[in-house]
DNA sequence: CGAGTTTGACCGGCGC
DNA sequence: GCGCCGGTCAAACTCG
């Protein structure tokens, strides 16, 4: 098995093939051949693996490689050359009988074996054991390579993680640089409150201003929104209530009163910003059967529309991990491939998150600040965008678009190209909560592995969650949150992030890398404490969302 | 009984 | 001005 995947990972198809498939065939007419001859085991499967495959060397080595062969086969040594040299020369085995006239050279060795009743007992015991000196060696070296092979893989997984965790900084970076603004305001905002002698209602604060209500909210939410907010008894309720569609945030970020140009007409340039970026969208497209993927937020479906263009309905979510949480989402399925589930976030969390969510979350921050700085510099946004995209899924280029055209400037995540049908096409789910995203997570899984990539340190319940993700963020799972009500109670076993990880491998081998990595980190003692919101895409599931949520 | 979902109604923007 | 459409609300319903 080892050799199948350091092979595999080789990238050497013949190589693969020939110890996934054939290697189990060679390897038991091998071992009658042991008992027989009392031989080297993995030598002979090897060498004539190689040969047969490679044939490469079997022009130059003419004398040496049958001398091998002849080892393995002393008894028919001379038939044994033979047949080799036929099939070096044919670049095909050589049918040694009619049975085996379709088979590989591995099953010709081992008729050839059989056939060697006839013993030419001429090879000197001398030469066989010098032939098996060799293939020791061959093997040994083999090993060695592959040892070599393996360690150097790990180092570029490596470099690769810590390439995207740097790139995800950088992006991270940025954003707060363009923040800076964002925090001012909010300073502002909060000042103003205090003033008024009120600790802060974020939301009416920030409600007469569309553009920045909910940036601000978020800002400074953290702490204070929910407490507040509920604590706002009935009449700033009523109020909000009243303003309700027209002016909260929410309303602001994703309906058509979110406008930009309705929003720039009556905010100044860095409102109009902050509006842009409330509009940015990420948008994941992930294989899953599962009705929304899941990203380690919580969840409260408030509408579902059939959209045009589509008979798939949409599902609209907002965030109930804090009350007040601009944070929305559409689930879609998409029309061509009913398979794809098309999860757009927009906004950015007014609280801190566990770990499981940080990844889509502050994918999708970076995005909408990325694709913020994009709309102002051409050039730069440009730039930005590659880079964007390149720092969600840093494995492969191809898979992030962003669009200019759309109503709102959107990153798509396309995470639908990895093949990986095995998991969801397994009939019974086994768990809601595992529809991940093939990433997908599953695409589900995007922002589980992209966290991962981007925090190898981050134990590997974040994979779980991300199945969904799309929206691959980063990092996550370094963080423990203080907030009791953000943490999550389920621990994802171990059996299940194994399972996990296998899932987001078989979707995507170019993540292979990362998520070894997460796996050794798992299995080398950390265990995941942090929240694994295994299941908690369902809404259904978390025990203390105070859903009185939104619109009181 | 509380929390979450469903679903028809409502609202506002936009295009014709 | 009208209708379409996306998004949201909120009463009714379901579920544990």
Redesign the pocket.
């Known amino acids: 098995m080892e050799k199948g995947w350091g092979l595999a990972l080789e990238s050497d198809p013949l190589t693969t093939d020939f110890f996934s498939t054939k290697a189990t065939s060679a390897t038991a007419s091998f071992f009658r051949l042991n008992q027989q001859r009392d031989m080297f085991q993995f030598p002979v499967s090897l060498a004539g693996s190689r040969d047969d495959h490679r044939g490469t060397t079997a022009s130059s080595d003419d004398t040496r490689i049958p001398v091998d062969e002849v080892d393995f086969f002393s008894d028919k040594k001379s038939r044994i050359v033979d047949e080799d040299r036929v099939k070096k020369e044919h670049g095909e085995p050589a049918p040694s009988s009619d049975l085996d006239h379709v088979n590989t050279g591995l099953l010709l060795r081992t008729a050839g074996s059989d056939q060697s009743t006839v013993d030419d007992g001429v090879s000197s015991e001398m030469e066989d054991r010098r032939a098996k000196n060799e293939l020791a060696q061959l093997h040994v070296e083999l090993k060695r390579m592959n040892a070599e092979n393996q360690k150097l893989k790990d180092m570029l997984s490596h470099v690769n993680n810590n390439y995207t965790a740097l790139q995800m900084h950088l992006v991270t970076f940025m954003q707060q640089q363009r923040n800076p603004e964002t925090e001012h305001q909010v300073q502002e905002v909060k000042s103003e409150d205090k003033k008024h002698g009120e600790e802060i209602m974020p939301l009416k604060v920030l409600d007469p201003r569309p553009s920045g209500g909910a940036e601000t909210a978020e800002m400074m939410s953290t702490h204070s929104s929910s407490d507040e907010r509920t604590r706002s008894g009935t009449p700033q309720n009523n109020v909000e ?1 009243r303003i ?3 002016e ?1 945030p ?2 602001e ?5 979110s ?1 930009v ?2 929003l720039n007409s009556e905010k100044p340039i860095d409102q109009s910003t902050e509006a842009a970026m409330r509009k940015a969208r990420v948008s994941v497209r992930a294989r899953s059967e599962a009705p929304m993927i899941t990203d380690g937020c ?12 589509n008979p798939c309905p ?3 979510y907002r965030c ?1 991990m804090a009350v007040g949480c601009p944070v ?1 989402k ?1 689930v879609q399925r998409c029309a061509d491939d009913r398979t794809i589930l098309i999860t757009t976030y927009e906004g950015n969390h007014n609280h801190p998150l566990p770990p499981a969510a940080m990844a889509m979350a502050s994918t999708t921050a970076a995005a909408a600040s990325m694709l913020l700085s994009g709309s102002m510099a051409s050039a730069d946004g440009i730039m930005n965008q590659n880079l964007l995209a390149k720092a969600i899924l840093p494995n492969s280029s191809t898979m992030a678009t962003i669009s200019a055209s759309a109503p709102f400037p959107t990153v798509t995540l396309d995470l639908t190209h990895s093949p990986n049908p095995l998991q969801f096409r397994s009939p019974p789910q086994p768990q809601p909560t595992q529809f991940q995203v093939p990433f997908p997570c599953q695409p589900q899984n995007l922002p589980q592995v992209f966290g991962q990539t981007l925090y190898n340190q981050s134990k590997f319940s974040g994979l779980q969650l991300s199945q969904e993700m799309g929206s691959s963020q980063l990092g996550h799972q370094q963080h423990q949150f203080p907030h009791p009500q953000l943490q999550q109670p389920q621990q994802p076993s171990l059996a299940d992030t194994v399972s996990a990880a296998t899932a987001a491998i078989t979707n995507d081998p170019s993540f292979t890398a990362a998520l070894a990595a997460a796996i050794t980190s798992i299995i080398g003692g950390a265990h995941p404490n942090s929240s694994s919101n295994t299941s908690n895409n ?3 599931s ?1 025990g203390n ?4 949520h ?2 009181q």
């Open positions: 209530k309700g569609r027209e909260s929410e309303s970020s994703w309906g058509p009163n406008k140009p309705k919580q969840w409260r479906k408030y509408g579902q529309k059939m959209a045009k263009g949409r599902a609209y109930t929305r559409q369902n809404n259904s978390n969302n105070n859903t009185s939104n619109r």
